[in-house]
């Protein structure tokens, strides 16, 4: 088998149209889709699409710095969304994994107080998550190579500033 799962970009064009039927069977009417950035970026559009919802928000959360290398805790990076614009919506949370699913407690926490409802949706759930999202399109144990993050960029950028 394969040391690592592979998501091109034509397997993830298959991925969010299931993903988001599976959102549409279930009968769940999102009012905003809150990605989680960068990754969930692109699940967020292509179930933006797929479900008819134009309401998007992001929230930036940063853990990983490599391969299986990461900070002790996720953290939330400025500009953190308006509670106000959540407050009694149902809210749909869309990211690329769910791995220890420490990014998605975080998120599905801060909404919890002000929402209506809250549900997670990603492309893959690996086994140990502390998450267990109600929209999975397939489940891995093993390391996935995004199409959007297997190259490394065109340029490094250092000490970036998100909200200046
Ligand atoms: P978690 O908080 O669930 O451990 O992981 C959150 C984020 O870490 C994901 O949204 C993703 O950006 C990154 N991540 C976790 N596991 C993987 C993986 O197997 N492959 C890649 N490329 N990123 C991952």
Known sequence: ????????????????????????????????????????LFVAGALGYALDVKNLHVMNVEFYTGVGERLELPVMLPPVPNAVDLTGAKVLIADDVADTGATLKLVRDFCADHVADVRCAVVYEKPWSEVKCEYVWRRTDRWINFAWSKQPPVIRREGQVLDA
Do not use: N
């Open 1 to 40: 088998m394969a040391e690592r799962e592979e998501l091109t970009w034509e397997l993830f064009g298959s991925a969010g149209r299931e993903l988001a039927q599976q959102v549409a069977d279930s009968g769940y009417e999102p009012d905003v889709i809150l990605s989680i950035a960068r990754g969930g």
